[in-house]
């Protein structure tokens, strides 16, 4: 269990970033807002992009999936631009048309995927330490 809080609290950290590179990149100018007002914002963001990466999209993916075996996985850019999208909504704000989403949510699906490949690593070593 602890574990799992680690891996999310690496996941909403690097989500967090993620979107802030992604905003930069596509969205509007995020306006003049302090520093400590700008990295919050980013937080929250970050926050609820995990969280609805965590609940709604796995149902998404689940509806989607008869189009993502048509496309042969590429309508999985369109469902996780729809994840940024929804993120970007919620959280205060923050701003993106959709077409820029689908940017942002490939820079996001690297972001996961590095992330999933790190904790996958680490816990092959751990189990490496524990087997010798």
């Given at each position: ?15 967090t970033v ?14 003049s807002e ?99």
């Amino acid at each position: 269990m602890r574990q799992q809080f680690h891996v999310f609290l690496l996941r909403w950290v690097l989500n967090t970033v993620g979107l802030w590179v992604a905003v930069r990149l596509f969205g509007p100018s995020v306006g003049s807002e302090t520093m400590p007002g700008l990295v919050g914002m980013f937080l929250l963001a970050g926050l609820i992009f995990s969280v609805i990466n965590t609940i709604i999209r796995p149902i998404v993916v689940i509806f989607a999936l008869p189009a993502i075996l048509l496309t042969l996985g590429l309508f999985t850019l369109l469902v996780n631009g729809l994840m940024v999208y929804i993120s970007l909504k919620v959280a205060p704000g923050l701003d993106m048309t959709f077409t820029h989403s689908i940017l942002a949510g490939i820079i996001m699906s690297l972001v996961n995927y590095i992330v999933s490949s790190v904790v996958e690593v680490r816990e092959q070593d751990r189990d490496n330490k524990v087997r010798s």
